[in-house]
């Protein structure tokens, strides 16, 4: 069924989010697209947030299956703080409510554990700065939002190499290990009000990933117990379930792996 404006319209039965607001940093990447999807298919209002994807994050904001939830991409710089703040001012004042915020943004670059030289300190502050402070502030800056209705909930998408200390370089896997402990001690400060999980992803099937040379692919699926790599749709699957089924999960370290952390 098709509204006027051309948006499919989606079924308003079965859709447990239905009258709650969501915002999803770096919402308009391959995670981040199928975060945002799966939660406006559970009848959510959708904030696809953006760093300097802007007109990607518009186009999902404009394809996103509606009812009457009005989707919208914002722009979210995490390490600003005053930006953060005016955005919080801004949901208050469209919105008046935020139920869910899933922290997916992060940056990395490719640099081998071994070459020391090559990881930079301005590499390796913007990593942190944007990895772990970036979600706090965030966190920081909507909790109010969050807490109002005494069931807020935050999803920081962390990632296995916070437990493999393997992955794109030694900073990077630093920062999901702080992101993963501060998601136990945001889950202990913010309780009841809001609950905090993170989702650790293996190495998920996105554009990015397809870009790899193809053996290092095939010989990483070999090193899984389930011989493949993750799809998007599982990491928001995972989303879905805390949001709405696993209700007394916070503080808790989701791997959605393949296996991949068994060894």
Known sequence: MDDPTGNEMVPATNQPLAGKVA?????????????CEALAAQG??????????????????????????PHAALAVPV???AALAALAAH??????????????????????????????DALFDQVMATNVR???????????????DGDGLVVNISSIAATLAMGSNVAYCASKAALDNMTKS??????????VVSVQPGLVQTEFV???????????????????????????????AVATTLKSLTGTILPVDAGRTLG
């Open 79 to 81: 390490t600003d703080s």
């Open 91 to 120: 949901i208050e004042a469209r919105h008046g409510r935020l139920d869910i915020l899933v922290n997916c943004h992060g940056t990395t670059r490719f640099v081998p554990h071994a070459d020391l030289d090559a990881l930079d």
């Open 186 to 195: 945001l889950a202990r400060a913010l309780a009841p009000a809001i609950r």
């Open 134 to 148: 970036g979600a706090f502030a965030t966190v920081r800056a909507l909790r109010k939002l969050l807490e109002r």
């Open 210 to 240: 397809k870009a790899f040379d193809p053996a290092w692919i095939e010989n990483y699926m070999r090193s899984t117990p389930l011989k493949r790599m993750v799809p998007p749709g599982d990491i928001a699957a995972a989303v879905i």
């Open 44 to 69: 959510a209002a959708v904030l696809v947030g953006y760093n300097t994807s802007r007109d990607a994050a518009a186009l999902l904001a404009e394809r996103l299956p509606h009812v009457a939830a």
């Open 23 to 35: 915002l999803v940093t770096g919402g308009a990447g391959g995670i981040g697209a199928a975060i």
